[in-house]
């Protein structure tokens, strides 16, 4: 059974830095194409970024373009969202995700999720 673990959120000023991760276990990682998506309560979950099974290929939401990485190792089986210069408007839990192979924008195209780590950006 394929299991996806975030960790690393937090509390963080506006214009600090963090970096949250993604462990996952129960499948061969390498096969998968990951995305990262995050909510807002009452809101829809949003893509942010996306990379292919082999890390060459990765899609960023225009909102995060320039300031988040995606990036992953598939020898430790782990997908990392680098974020930079942070807005209180990036305030939202969020949740790594697998699929075949590709990224994908549309979460339900995504076959497995993570439970989700809540970043919250403010003094």
């Known amino acids: 059974q394929v299991q996806l673990k975030e960790s690393g959120g937090g509390l963080v000023q506006p214009g600090a830095s963090l970096k949250i991760s993604c462990l996952v276990s129960?499948?061969?990682?390498?096969?998968?194409?990951m995305g990262w998506f995050r909510q807002v309560p009452g809101k829809e979950r949003e893509f942010v970024a996306g990379?292919?099974?082999?890390?060459?290929?990765?899609f960023y939401a225009r909102s995060v373009a320039g300031r988040f990485t995606i990036f992953r190792d598939n020898d430790i089986n782990t997908l990392w969202l680098q974020m930079f210069s942070l807005k209180p408007e990036d305030t939202a839990a969020y949740y790594c995700?697998?699929?075949?192979?590709?990224?994908?924008?549309?979460?339900?195209?995504?076959?497995?999720w993570g439970q989700g780590t809540q970043v919250t950006v403010g003094s």
């Open positions: 995700a697998a699929r075949s192979r590709e990224y994908s924008i549309s979460q339900g195209d995504y076959n497995y």
């Open positions: 990379i292919t099974w082999n890390g060459r290929n990765t």
């Open positions: 129960g499948g061969t990682f390498a096969d998968y194409g």
